[in-house]
């Protein structure tokens, strides 16, 4: 066969063998629609709820992030995250600026306040607690006026609520026990706290801390300073002292250094103690105190 009749003969047979054509791409499968998102709570709806805590310990994104508003819920001072889209409830507050027993000063315009700020960042069991300030503006100066206490009460079963009641107003502590409010003054008027009015005296040095008293069955750990934060475990060269106290069983008070309670040194790349909760759970808190006080603490740990 000639060269040139070979040649063409095997470009046509080459041309013959080329790639086939791609099979036709399959019809792509459809979703199934994502189910409705549930509906979000409102403000309201997650004050009035009693909701166990969402977490054990506060993650560190929301330590301090929060937003502080006023004026949505009359009375009430609200601390609040932006989380997944939602605004979350962190706290809230109610504010005593002038009552007749317990804030006389504050009718007359002086600003003295008593405020209760019911905290739990990031809704989490980590850091709920109460935290009481006497502002008592008599020198204006904040070391010498603001007088803090912080009442921690176990066990923990939920985060704190609040409901209005005609005039009143209903919060339920972590233990669940309540306490009323009135809803004009802020005063203590029911339940398992009581309160002493603010003390005045213009010695700083001779001025009480809030006097918050509890008298319900659970367990409360309170520290107070002034000035200053309240868990520090020594202040201006002092050491200090957590009380303890266990009211429906023992009536004396037990005294912890702060140190078995808040870690007390500065992290790397901290410049200050955080003063976070050392103890991970209910259970090894009453664990240091039967160890440290002698106290029975079986009805706690079987609390319903």
């Not at 998102?37 to 309201?44: M, R």
């Not at 992290?267 to 050392?278: A, E, F, N, Q, V």
């Not at 808190?285 to 002698?294: A, Y």
Request: charged share 30%.
């Amino acid at each position: 066969m000639p060269r040139k009749l070979l040649w063409l003969v095997l470009t046509l047979f080459l041309a013959s063998c080329g790639t086939p054509p791609k099979a036709p791409a399959p019809e792509p499968v459809p979703r199934p629609p994502l189910p409705p998102k549930p509906p979000l709570d409102t403000v309201l709806e997650q004050l009035g709820r009693d909701l166990p805590p969402e977490r054990d310990l506060v993650r560190e994104a929301y330590r301090y992030d929060r937003a502080i508003s006023m004026g949505r819920v009359p009375g009430v001072k609200l601390y609040t995250y932006m989380q997944e889209r939602q605004e979350k409830v962190v706290g809230f507050a109610l504010v005593n600026k002038g009552s007749p027993r317990v804030n006389p000063r504050g009718l007359k315009g002086t600003g003295a306040r008593r405020e209760f700020l019911f905290q739990y960042p990031d809704r989490a069991r980590e850091e709920i607690f109460l935290s009481v300030l006497d502002d008592v503006r008599i020198s204006k100066r904040y070391s010498h006026d603001n007088m803090f206490r912080e009442l921690h009460f176990f066990p923990r079963r939920q985060l704190p609520s609040l409901v209005r009641e005609g005039d009143r107003l209903r919060v339920h502590l972590p233990t669940g026990e309540s306490v009323v409010f009135d809803a004009a003054t802020a005063e203590i008027v029911d339940g398992v706290l009581e309160e002493q009015p603010i003390d005045f005296n213009r010695n700083r040095h001779a001025r009480h801390n809030p006097r918050i008293h509890y008298r319900g069955k659970g367990l409360v750990i309170t520290v107070a300073q002034r000035g200053e934060a309240p868990r520090r475990a020594k202040v201006w060269g002092r050491q200090k002292l957590a009380e303890v106290r266990y009211p429906s069983r023992y009536r004396e008070r037990c005294l912890l250094s702060p140190a078995l309670l808040w870690e007390q040194r500065p992290k790397p790349g901290d410049t200050d103690p955080r003063l976070i909760w050392k103890l991970k759970s209910d259970e090894a808190l009453f664990d240091l105190v039967e160890k440290r006080c002698g106290w029975d603490l079986s009805a706690l740990r079987d609390w319903p």
